[in-house]
């Protein structure tokens, strides 16, 4: 990959956090993806699938600050999201899901309007990755790779893997 492609990249995974697009990741930006979620499948912000969601987006952010926040002022930067996450990601993308599974076991409950037990429909995980800013071409086609046994469902550790590949970046073919 040249530096061009691995900038063109770190960009977008960097935007996806950054839902609010000022040029930082932070609490607000967790939050703001949670409301969303919630308000999408109609699911109240107080019943437990709600606040399981929140609880997720805290944590989310929690472990996202603990491996990124160099400077410590509650911020994510793209610098230190190039230099801290992405870097920690590809050391241990492993880690990095850990991270994230209590806020992907929650998404997917709140996305699991068909009672699947904890699995969401593939057209539920498409709505859920519009919501939090996919592109509807991009959404539908995530969701069809995530669906890996092809039975219509989506588990929290398809997601959980999946997320990791996805922001274990490779740096750069040296030039």
């Given at each position: ?37 919630l ?30 926040d ?26 990095f ?23 969401a ?8 990755l519009?919501?939090?800013g ?14 890996t ?27």
């Amino acid at each position: 990959m040249d530096s061009a492609e691995y900038e063109r990249k770190i960009a977008h995974r960097f935007a996806a956090f950054d839902q609010d697009g000022n040029g930082y990741i932070d609490r607000a930006d967790f939050n703001a993806a949670a409301a969303r979620l919630l308000t999408e499948f109609g699911t109240t912000a107080r019943c437990d699938k709600g606040q399981a969601l929140y609880t997720g987006a805290e944590a989310f952010w929690q472990g996202m600050a603990g491996i990124a926040d160099v400077d410590g002022d509650q911020r994510v930067t793209r610098e230190e999201f190039v230099g801290g996450a992405v870097k920690r990601l590809r050391d241990s993308p492993e880690r990095f899901a850990e991270i994230a599974r209590p806020f992907l076991r929650a998404a997917i409950a709140v996305a699991d309007s068909e009672n699947q037990g904890g699995r969401a429909s593939v057209a539920s995980v498409e709505r859920a990755l519009r919501v939090l800013g996919a592109g509807a071409g991009i959404a539908g086609i995530a969701a069809q790779s995530l669906d890996t046994d092809r039975d219509g469902l989506i588990a929290e550790s398809d997601v959980v893997s999946a997320l990791a590949v996805y922001f274990t970046v490779i740096e750069p073919d040296a030039q």
